[in-house]
């Protein structure tokens, strides 16, 4: 198997890609190669810091130019050609790769994804899936933001391609979907929730468990959660300030306080890097969108989702089970 | 100035009512008097158990009958007509009270008072506004789940209430009023968040700052957000339950680590008991809801907010400036 990694995509690019491949390598199964897709004499100099690398399994595929977060996003494709975004996605399309992860511009990897590896057929709206941490264990939640103005059979087509995710990453048979509203009732909600609620619940081969709330998510109620893509993104970058916000009063009052305690647990809960990166799901290949800040540890275990995507084959499972129930709701 | 406080809300009323009662007179000015709404042999026994009942300044007012989270919230005021919140927005209607405060059913409290204290004239939709805790000062939310599937022209009108809010209640002058998107640039968003960015940039006397996104409300960036009732709702429930978890896995591991650390001012932060209660904003009186859960300290600070809403006069002021060019911008 073989993962194209967008060495250009965070902040401080190439290092924290270098590390985190390094990292993925030395963890994952032996056929496991990495590619880093960027400019060669920059991953070069940035590889020649590092000793341990495993022989054999770590290339380099030149790309002369990056994504910037000015670029819009629908233009790269076709300004940026040479752009390690568009390089990479082309190598997963062409067959040289079997997954694309990038920290780049989200909605550059997002675009350029939809523009090369194409939404499978019957897939109305791919949509980015993201784990929030929980008070057990995560939930994907999705859409995060692919998707604006979603009509009711797209957060279905959601719930499906959600649960064949915790299907085949998280290892959940039958995973417990729910649909993200403001009360419990079915008869709670605006017109799209309403309207979506009563889809779901006569949607065959979902484990529907209804509407959560806010507050219902951390609690762990439910595996998998659906929303629009608007209140998707508002929450998830909510989400990730107000824990970092806690943490930081935290660490200052730690610091202040001259006690020295093992927090480690509680920062590793809510710390985001730990889940890895946020898959684009209905497109016909694996991609995989990490934070621009992304860690060497973000991209690691970002790596590794891509190798668990590839491995279950998650691509056919969706080509199989959600395309064509999806498109006849789509018609209905 | 005389507030009437359903004493029949909280999961544990009266206690938290009464002692919340006892609590804001001891705090507030000498010319403030709280009725306390509801089962008066209840109240009594209730009070009969508190000391240092400032006298005079505390009155009973008999509701024989009690709201229910199984009530629908529309057919309160028809079939609870004797219910402690029907019976205490009638007093502020009649003239009897300057104030009502319930942590009674919100969509009890919300239906009812925009029954009996009507939305002021031009006000479409009458919003909750809510207060988040940001790393500076609180921020005001609205709405926070009066209304959904919002039009651009009911945001704009969001944010004059709000404006208002935060002059008179808040202290400030000129206050920084954001629109809640998935973007900071004017042409992010979905079809509302555009449309009302637009307006917004066009509305008179607001300092609008333009977009902020979930992870900016808690840096502070601004003292007003705007946002459909359905995204506020969500955005509540999500920050309360984070900031519980948060908070929930810190008192864990100090509990296991066996240490003794002063973190009261990080539990301050982030607990809602500190912020009162979220008023009803744009009806023709003074209305406040309050947490179901809420403890006597957050009834007491939901009274000081009632107090300065009256003191302030804030109906009036609302009425006057904000009922007007609402009316032209949703007539145009």
Redesign the interface.
């Known amino acids: 198997m073989r993962i194209a990694l967008d060495a250009m995509g965070t902040d401080h690019a190439p290092s924290a890609e270098v590390a985190g491949a390094i990292g993925a390598l030395q963890a994952l199964d032996s056929d496991i190669e990495v590619v880093l897709v960027g400019d060669q004499s920059t991953i070069d100099a940035e590889l020649a810091r590092h000793t341990g690398v495993p022989p054999g399994r770590l290339a380099v595929r030149h790309a002369a130019d990056r994504v910037t977060a000015a670029d819009p996003p629908a233009s790269v494709i076709r300004r940026k050609p040479e752009s390690s975004i568009v390089v990479g996605l082309k190598m997963v399309k062409a067959g040289e790769a079997d997954a694309f992860v990038s920290a780049g511009s989200t909605g550059a990897v997002m675009a350029t994804s939809l523009f090369t590896l194409r939404p499978l057929p019957g897939v109305a709206r791919p949509a980015i899936g993201t784990l929030l941490p929980t008070?057990l264990s995560p939930c994907l939640m999705l859409d995060a933001?692919a998707n604006?103005?979603c009509k009711p059979q797209h957060l279905v087509q959601f719930a499906h391609l959600g649960h064949i995710y915790a299907q085949d990453l998280m290892g959940i048979p039958d995973p417990r979907v729910a649909l993200?509203?403001?009360g419990e009732e079915p008869e709670k909600?605006?017109?799209l929730?309403l309207e979506a609620h009563r889809l779901l619940d006569a949607s065959p081969g979902l484990n529907f468990v209804g509407n959560v709330?806010?507050?219902?998510?951390?609690?762990g109620v439910c595996d998998v959660v659906v929303?629009?893509?608007?209140?998707g993104?508002?929450?998830?970058?909510?989400?990730?300030?107000?824990?970092e916000?806690?943490?930081?009063?935290?660490r200052k009052?730690?610091r202040e306080?001259d006690?020295h305690?093992?927090?480690e647990?509680?920062f590793r809960?809510?710390d985001y890097a730990e889940y890895g990166g946020a898959p684009l799901l209905g497109v016909g290949g694996v991609s995989i969108i990490c934070h621009g800040e992304s860690s060497a540890r973000a991209i690691r275990n970002a790596l590794g989702v891509a190798a668990r995507a590839v491995r279950s084959d998650m691509v056919s499972h969706i080509a199989r089970e959600v395309s064509a129930p999806a498109k006849s709701e789509e018609s209905a």
Chains 1, 2 share one sequence.
Do not use: H, M, P
Not at 213 to 219: K, N, P, T
Not at 245 to 250: A, E, N, Q
């Open positions: 008070a933001g604006v103005d993200l509203n403001i909600g605006d017109e929730t709330e806010g507050r219902d998510i951390i609690q929303c629009d893509g608007f209140v993104n508002v929450l998830l970058k909510f989400y990730e300030s107000v824990a916000f806690t943490i930081g009063l935290l009052s730690l306080s006690e305690l093992n927090l647990e509680v809960i809510l």
